[in-house]
């Protein structure tokens, strides 16, 4: 596994997004695919159509592949960033499957906006 990006370097850039970014605050269950036994209660600060960020107890490395279960449904991605705010850190996922009730979904077929169409509010660009 890669280290842990942090620092200026490490945060998203809002110029290089592919995709609006929405806020939301839902919890979820975030597990570590190659460790042993790591799941975590997190919860979602932002998503976009093909992303999004959380809140975690632990710094997940870069490149580490993730399973998020949030709203009923299951996302696999993997860690772009982990940056530390407090106590906890925030962690950037990039999504790469999207399994929900109704199907499966993967590459431009993507939008986890959709999970949270209540409770999607627009962020405002800098």
């Known amino acids: 596994m890669n280290p842990v990006r942090s620092g200026p370097a490490a945060s998203p850039n809002f110029q290089q997004r592919r995709h609006d970014r929405f806020t939301v605050e839902t919890p979820g269950l975030l597990r570590i695919q190659e460790t042993r036994g790591g799941i975590y209660a997190i919860t979602v600060l932002d998503v976009s159509k093909a992303g999004l960020r959380v809140n975690c107890p632990i710094a997940v490395p870069s490149d ?20 530390s705010v407090g106590y906890e850190f925030h962690v950037g996922i990039e999504a790469e ?30």
């Open 97 to 126: 499957l999207l399994q929900t009730k109704i199907g499966t979904a993967r590459g431009e077929e993507l939008d986890l906006i959709s999970l949270f169409p209540a409770d999607a509010v627009r962020l405002r660009r800098p």
């Open 64 to 83: 580490a592949r993730v399973e998020l279960k949030v709203q009923g449904s299951t996302i696999l991605g993997t860690v772009r960033y982990a940056r």
